[in-house]
């Protein structure tokens, strides 16, 4: 079926240092990507979504490219800041079930002044 | 400013008992969708709807039913709950087609003793 693997946390970076948040999936459909990000005492929120392969989306300064060929839909971004601290989701839909979305684990990532 | 409210937002259950999570969408969106935060798991989808009238099973949706009387309202039944339905439950609501935004409430923590 289809599915979300993305690294496992806690990740825990000084301010300034660079993110990488790792994200593959599976699916014999054609996928709509997301990253979703949540902070503490909130529901989870879009930080940006993908549809295409091999277009990059991007927010905040956090981005990712919809690696077709790999599979793969990393999040990065060059210089956290404390205010990132939250955790992430890589989420994906499919065209044939496009009423489910599938999220991964989830991602916690501190970050510290 | 879209809106996914949820009730009760902390509810403790006695197991055995009957409990009903609550939600109502503003944003006129067809599907609404009932998940469930736990450590290690991450999101996983209980029920979701596409209109009034419809239910769907998630992926996990043993010991959990659903109701949709309405477009605004979507609500999640624990007809005997047990202890390991102890979670965070959240709602959401997308427009359609799976690959457009999902808005979540901000959960509720249902603690079953």
């Known amino acids: 079926g289809d599915s979300v693997t993305q690294t496992e946390g806690p990740v825990t970076l000084s301010e300034g240092t660079s993110l990488t948040v790792n994200c593959s999936y599976e699916?014999?459909?054609?996928?709509?990507l997301f990253w979703y990000v949540q902070y503490p005492g909130e529901g989870p929120q879009l930080l940006f979504k993908?549809?295409?392969?091999?277009e990059k989306g991007s927010n905040r300064g956090f981005e990712a490219t919809y690696n077709k060929e790999a599979t793969s839909f990393h999040l990065q971004k060059a210089s956290v800041q404390e205010s990132d601290s939250a955790v992430y989701y890589c989420?994906?839909?499919?065209?044939?079930?496009?009423?489910?979305?599938?999220f991964g684990k989830g991602t916690h990532l501190h970050v510290l002044p | 400013e879209a809106a996914v409210t949820q009730s009760p937002r902390n509810k403790v259950a006695v197991t055995g008992g009957k409990v009903t999570l609550s939600c109502n969408q503003t944003?006129?969106?067809?599907?609404m969708y009932w998940y469930r935060q736990d450590t290690g798991h991450g999101l996983r989808l209980i029920h979701y709807?596409?209109?009034?009238?419809?239910?769907e099973k998630g992926d996990i949706p043993d010991g959990y039913k659903a109701s949709r009387p309405s477009q605004e309202n979507f609500s999640l039944i624990l007809e005997l709950a047990t202890p390991s339905q102890t979670s965070v439950y959240f709602c959401?609501?997308?427009?359609?087609?799976?690959?457009?935004?999902?808005?979540f409430g901000k959960g509720t923590r249902l603690t079953v003793v």
């Open positions: 959401a609501s997308g427009g359609g087609q799976g690959n457009t935004e999902v808005f």
């Open positions: 699916t014999k459909q054609y996928p709509t």
């Open positions: 993908v549809p295409k392969a091999n």
């Open positions: 989420a994906l839909s499919v065209d044939t079930n496009a009423y489910k979305v599938i």
């Open positions: 944003n006129n969106h067809n599907n």
């Open positions: 709807s596409y209109g009034a009238g419809s239910t």
